[in-house]
């Protein structure tokens, strides 16, 4: 069981708006920016959001935010290549490492 | 652009000592960053292993918890690269093995650039 909480699966049509959560403690996502990582199909994964802000390169249809200790990615008019399996991590003051969610899939319809 | 290529030796026997290294080009291992290793077991998520900087001593060096008893990361600013050594590997080691520069300032760093990943495969 992973120390990050992610939905095991999402799904939406071509242009939907979907919402991904990451939920964690006030040691983790509650302190510390939390980095969105999308990884398709046997590829290496690629950052797609840090924090709220989006790496060089990464379409505007993603965006990211924070409540208390849940963190979100929402992908904005899906696209089919949105589809893969999307991990979300940040830092644990607690254990003073690094956590990963257990990653959701998303699937395009 | 920071390009890291990572390589091993494929397949490991159970009991023995695994030994990756990660090339970097496009930066130096020792300027101002973290670097990590993290792994993916087959079908399953991300895992992390550990984060080493080349100031240790203001930037120590980091392990899991489940790991830092086989775990020993290095440095080589002369080659240019990091190594991950694991220690008597199980079948439970098996994994696809990646490469990663941490970018960000202190208490906002996130994993920014990946390598292309090695796996490995534990068997007799």
């Known amino acids: 069981q992973s120390a990050l909480t992610q939905e095991a699966s999402v799904s939406g049509t071509v242009g939907q708006k979907v919402t991904l959560s990451c939920t964690g403690n006030n040691n983790n996502i509650g302190r510390y920016i939390v980095g969105w990582y999308q990884q398709i199909s046997h590829d290496p994964p690629k950052t797609v959001m840090f924090?709220?802000s989006l790496p060089s390169g990464i379409t505007d249809r993603f965006s990211g935010s924070r409540s208390g200790a849940t963190a979100y990615l929402t992908i904005s008019g899906l696209q089919p290549e949105d589809e893969g399996y999307y991990y979300c991590s940040t830092w644990d003051s607690s254990v003073s490492g690094w956590l990963f969610g257990g990653g959701t899939k998303v699937t395009v319809l | 652009q920071v390009q890291l290529v990572e390589s091993g030796p494929g397949l490991v026997k159970p009991s023995e000592t695994l030994a990756l290294t990660c090339v970097v080009s496009?930066?130096?291992?020792?300027?101002?960053?973290?670097w990590a290793w993290i792994r993916q077991p087959p079908g399953k998520g991300l895992e992390w292993i550990g984060s080493i900087h080349y100031n240790e001593n203001r930037y120590p060096t980091l392990r899991d918890s489940s790991l830092k008893s086989r775990v020993i990361l290095l440095l080589d600013k002369s080659k240019n690269q990091l190594s991950l050594i694991l220690t008597s590997v199980t079948a439970a080691d098996t994994a696809v093995y990646y490469c990663v520069r941490l970018n960000g300032p202190s208490g906002s760093r996130y994993f920014g650039h990946w390598g292309q990943g090695t796996l490995v495969i534990v068997s007799s």
């Open positions: 924090g709220n």
């Open positions: 496009g930066h130096s291992v020792s300027d101002d960053y973290y």
